[in-house]
């Protein structure tokens, strides 16, 4: 059975809601959930993935946000507290949706050593 939390950990925009919510109808498909979730890391930070789905699983977090249910599981709900989803539309970071996440803040260090290109380090 999925934990139910009592504040929500993931935040949508109003905008991004509104994506989420027109895709289901556009799709017909009543009663799916956005999954978020940890994809893997870059040098630039956690990377997040996003994805329909209809089944909770054991252990996932579930929650509502902009009238847009919400599961996360329990490994990457550590990476997602306190992040919001946006809707971008901007030439440096690309359009679509974006994981602001706290874990990912400005001011970290690349630790992947190899001189990396796109965080300059």
Do not use: H, W
């Not at 905008?15 to 556009?26: G, M, P, T």
Request: charged content about 20%; some cysteine.
């Amino acid at each position: 059975m999925p934990l139910e939390n009592e504040t929500e950990n993931v935040t949508l925009t109003p905008e991004a809601a509104q994506v989420v919510q027109d895709l289901l109808v556009k799709r017909n498909l009543p009663g799916y959930a956005l999954r978020v979730y940890v994809a893997g890391q870059s040098c630039q930070g956690i990377v997040f993935g996003l994805a329909l789905d209809k089944e909770a699983r054991p252990g996932d977090v579930t929650f509502e946000s902009e009238g847009v249910s919400v599961l996360v599981d329990d490994q990457s709900i550590e990476y997602l507290r306190g992040a919001t989803i946006e809707l971008i539309n901007d030439p440096q970071r690309g359009q679509g949706f974006f994981v602001n996440s706290p874990v990912n803040a400005p001011g970290g260090s690349c630790d992947c050593g190899s001189g990396c290109a796109s965080c300059g380090a």
